[in-house]
Antibody
């Protein structure tokens, strides 16, 4: 069965960086991409970007472009999302999700990783 | 970016009720509309894609409709496990955008 398992919760200081991992299993990793979606406490869903696991092509949301890097490691079927220059409003649960393209349609999701940014 | 607006933001209903949630896009998105269910502390779960196609494993009491700018999600007979927040997402143009969510609560 398709599974996406994310790394554990993180606490970071403002200005620091965080790197969240997402280990995929149960499907051909390179046949899909990985989307990253975040959710601030009590708020809605915000799409952050997408990476093709086939060729590494990326598409980032304009709001965070320049602070985010998404990568994949096909040898370990793991996707990564690094967010730099963290601010308090980056505090959120970060989800990875399997997506066929950069247009959403995410059908399987990780369990989420809480990133707390606090001084 | 395409803006997605859901209504209502929240509703109270009883088990067995028929519930309809509306989602409106700021421009035509044809039928490129998905619906997700999210329960507290859990990841979203895809219910409906392409406006009306039921994702595998989703109960048939869920249905979707609409095209262009106006869409609906209907739960024909609300069950206890359906109390959750529902989000629409347009998949017509990048970046994909979500509605603000509709919380379905127990009356």
């Amino acid at each position: 069965q398709v599974q996406l398992v994310q790394s554990g919760a993180e606490v970071k200081k403002p200005g620091a960086s965080v790197k969240v991992s997402c280990k995929a299993s149960g499907y051909t990793f390179t046949s899909y991409g990985i989307s990253w979606v975040r959710q601030a406490p009590g708020q809605g869903l915000e799409w952050m970007g997408w990476i093709s696991a086939y060729n590494g092509n990326t598409n980032y949301a304009q709001k965070i472009q320049g602070r985010v890097t998404m990568t994949t490691d096909t040898s370990t079927t793991t996707a990564y999302m690094e967010l730099r220059s963290l601010r308090s409003d980056d505090t959120a649960v970060y989800y990875c999700a399997r997506g066929p393209n950069t247009l959403g349609n995410e059908d399987y999701w990780g369990q989420g990783t809480l990133v707390t940014v606090s001084s | 970016d395409i803006q997605m607006t859901q209504s209502p933001s929240s509703l109270s209903a009883s088990v067995g009720d028929r519930v309809t949630i509306t989602c409106r896009a700021s421009q035509s998105i044809s039928r490129y509309l998905n619906w997700y269910q999210q329960k507290p502390g859990k990841a979203p779960n895809l219910l409906i894609y392409d406006a009306s196609s039921l994702q595998s494993g989703v109960p048939s009491r869920f249905s979707g409709g609409g095209s262009g700018t106006d869409f609906t999600l209907t739960i024909s007979s609300l069950q206890p496990e359906d109390f959750a927040t529902y989000y629409c997402q347009q998949s017509h143009s990048a970046p994909p955008t979500f509605g603000q969510g509709t919380k379905v609560e127990i009356k």
